[in-house]
Nanobody, 115 residues
């Protein structure tokens, strides 16, 4: 089992930045993938970015070039640096991990971008 705790959400203005953190209860050496998803009101949850155990990262087209996912292995933490924020980035952001074939979710953190 993996417990994930997100933090760092809040209110930002258009063009601003926020950094989200996801702390896992297990070492990332044992977790195949860690990702950030988001869900806006009335919309389906969507993948934002993912980092794989080997170091590969992938991003959705909507955030490519603006968001950066990174991991700090020593602290079992994955970050999502969000720059050039837009109102359409407003959503609840969830951390997600794939551990031994099972998927785990954090509780989510709200990001609101004002225009």
């Amino acid at each position: 089992q993996v417990e994930l705790v997100e933090s760092g959400g809040g209110l930002a203005q258009t063009g601003g930045s926020l950094r989200l953190s996801c702390v896992a209860s297990r070492s990332f050496d044992t977790i195949r993938a860690v990702g950030w998803y988001r869900q806006a009101p009335g919309k389906q949850r969507e993948l934002v970015a993912v980092t794989l155990r080997g170091g590969t990262t992938n991003y959705s087209d909507s955030v490519k070039g603006r968001f950066t996912i990174s991991r700090y292995t020593a602290k079992n933490t994955v970050y999502l640096q969000m720059n050039s924020l837009k109102p359409e980035d407003t959503a609840v952001y969830y951390c997600n991990s794939d551990y031994l074939g099972s998927i785990y979710w954090g509780q989510g953190t709200q990001v609101t971008v004002s225009s």
